[in-house]
């Protein structure tokens, strides 16, 4: 008579299928993730692509390009109170002509006018958002006549750059150009030589470096670490204004602050700040934002707009000169650029 048998897995055999199957995962992992990040960077890249034609078609408009931060009417610098950001007055180009028709900059200037409270509560722009980005909160609470929310954006404009005879400590002290550096109060250093900053009106025929060697605008993707409070703030450009706030009248205040624009003084992806963020010497702090340093989630850099629209991932490695000199648009030098 004959025994019917079954077979099945030993032990040894199921540990065995079990550790293949977790290598196999192990390394399926991280070429997942690996593309999902480059998918993730393809559509930041896509962002810049957008604002840089943006950019490119307000210049054509206005023979200008947008003010960095103004407060607010042309002849920008005339205006008082706060006025608006680069992102408010690209609107138009960005597809989003009804929201900024809505607007008013007139009387007290537009971020804190009114009538504008409302229209920016809980507005989303998704292509002033990295979708690697890792920004909380994502909105800031205002209660300016009003409660609103306002979004930050991870997208900031190009100053210019700090002059290395100014600040020696993360510059070769050969690190040296003319680009119209002004030093705030507080150390924040503002610079009046790259593309976008406090009330200019910049052209294609001012960047006489080459539109394709002026870095316009760049990433403020991510959070800071405060090393004397040990936790991760949100330091950027926007400070905690979001990405509307814009630039206070110089002539008639003291107050110099500006938002949304960065002049650059650190290397790229600096994320540490070992001051508490109290703009003492650091020009990196919550209010007062003036030197917030480009950073991001992609491994290994941030990207970047150039004046000629083309987006690129500017590298961790780069050095100082090369970063001060990709930041001004005139300083005759080039900006040996791989």
Not at 110 to 116: D, E, I, P, R, S
Not at 211 to 238: I, L
Not at 321 to 332: E, M, T
Request: aromatic letters at 8%; one cysteine or more.
């Amino acid at each position: 008579m004959k025994l019917n048998r079954r077979y099945a897995f030993t032990l040894v055999e199921l540990l065995v299928v079990i550790a293949i199957i977790g290598v196999l995962v192990a390394l399926l992992l991280p070429a997942v993730q690996a593309a999902r990040e480059a998918a993730r960077r393809m559509s930041c890249s896509n962002n810049l692509k957008q604002v840089g034609i943006a950019l490119h078609n307000h210049h054509d408009t206005l023979n200008r390009f947008p003010p960095g931060c103004a407060s607010d009417v042309a002849p920008f610098g005339t205006g008082g109170g706060w006025g608006s950001s680069w992102m408010v007055f690209l609107l138009p180009f960005m597809e989003q002509r009804p929201l900024y028709d809505q607007l008013q900059f007139t009387g007290n200037s537009g971020f804190v006018h009114a009538n504008n409270i409302p229209i920016y509560n809980n507005v989303v722009i998704k292509a002033y958002k990295c979708p690697s980005g890792i920004i909380n909160p994502e909105f800031v609470d205002r209660d300016v006549g009003g409660v609103r929310k306002v979004m930050r954006s991870h997208y900031v404009g190009i100053a210019g750059a700090v002059d290395g005879t100014v600040d020696t400590v993360m510059w070769p002290t050969n690190a040296t150009w003319t680009d119209g550096t002004k030093i705030n109060s507080g150390a924040n250093h503002s610079s009046a030589a790259g593309a976008l900053f406090q009330n200019s009106q910049t052209t294609f025929a001012s960047m006489t470096d080459g539109s394709s060697n002026v870095m316009v605008v760049g990433e403020q993707s991510t959070m800071m670490k405060d090393t004397s409070n040990t936790f991760q703030p949100t330091w950027n450009a926007g400070g905690i204004y979001g990405f509307c706030m814009g630039y206070g009248n110089a002539t008639t205040t003291a107050d110099n602050r500006h938002f949304n624009c960065t002049t650059i003084r650190y290397k790229i992806n600096y994320k540490t700040n070992v001051s508490g963020g109290t703009c003492t010497s650091t020009g990196i702090c919550n209010d007062s934002s003036n030197n917030s340093p480009l950073i991001s989630n992609h491994p290994s850099g941030v990207m970047i707009l150039l004046g000629d629209g083309s987006v690129r991932l500017l590298s961790d490695n780069t050095a100082m000169p090369v970063l001060g000199r990709l930041s001004v648009r005139d300083d005759g030098q080039p900006n040996q650029l791989d």
